[in-house]
Antibody, heavy 119, light 107 residues
Framework: VRLQESGPGLVKPSETLSLTCSVS????????WGWIRQSPGEGLELIGY???????HYNPSLKSRITISMDTSKDQFSLKVTSVTAADTAVYYC??????????????WGQGTLVTVSS | DIQMTQSPSTLSASVGDRVTITCRAS??????LAWYQQKPGKGPKLLIY???ILEGGVPSRFSGSGSGTEFTLTISSLRPEDLATYYC?????????FGQGTKLEIK
């Protein structure tokens, strides 16, 4: 199972950050799929995750600004974060919720993509 | 939110040493704890789930223990390739939360 993030590396303040995760080796119609971010020099923060049926679980502190969506025909899922500020500057990872042995852990991760919010 | 606190933040040890990292939860999470290893420039890798079960392919020198609010990750004999930052993560709640990480340095 491989995951690869893609999207702009630079976003202006107040604009919308958009990222896509392309999945190979698995169908996104199984398991849940999500996003985690890591601010420079900081730890890991869950953004949210989604099942293909539409069930989502979002970080309460980000919930008003984030949307996760899926395109099962392409085995891709996406993240949108609106009204970004410098505090949204981070490495963004996509991940599968589920390993080969547990349905609940973050079993597979992408390599991450740095998004900088700056004018 | 369930707060996860790791200690120490940084750990320096020699090859062959036994290393222990502690993770404490702000409330009971039963056995719903995972450990991840993150090497520089890479995404995290799952090591252990349900507090003590080794993910497939993970070397047996890694082990986990604990339940409720206190957990440990142990490396029985440190190897140079274990240089990394280690994170605990609870999944007792839909809102997964992580510890702040323990950076392991090799002396």
């Amino acid at each position: 199972v491989r995951l690869q993030e893609s999207g702009p590396g630079l976003v202006k303040p107040s604009e919308t950050l958009s990222l896509t995760c392309s999945v190979s080796g698995a169908s996104i119609s199984s398991f849940q799929w999500g996003w985690i971010r890591q601010s420079p020099g900081e730890g890991l923060e869950l953004i949210g995750y989604m099942y293909y049926t539409g069930t989502t679980h979002y970080n309460p502190s980000l919930k008003s600004r984030i949307t996760i969506s899926m395109d099962t025909s392409k085995d891709q899922f996406s993240l949108k974060v609106t009204s970004v500020t410098a505090a949204d500057t981070a490495v963004y990872y996509c991940a599968r919720v589920g390993s080969n042995y547990s349905n609940y852990v973050l079993g597979y991760w992408g390599q991450g993509t740095l998004v900088t919010v700056s004018s | 939110d369930i707060q996860m606190t790791q200690s120490p933040s940084t750990l320096s040890a020699s090859v062959g040493d036994r290393v222990t990292i502690t993770c404490r939860a702000s409330q009971s999470i039963s056995k719903w704890l995972a450990w991840y290893q993150q090497k520089p420039g890479k995404g995290p890798k799952l090591l252990i789930y349900e507090a003590s079960i080794l993910e497939g392919g993970v070397p047996s020198r890694f082990s986990g223990s604990g339940s409720g609010t206190e957990f440990t990750l142990t490396i029985s004999s440190l190897r140079p390739e274990d240089l990394a930052t280690y994170y605990c993560q609870q999944y007792n709640d839909y809102f997964y939360t992580f510890g702040q990480g323990t950076k392991l340095e090799i002396k």
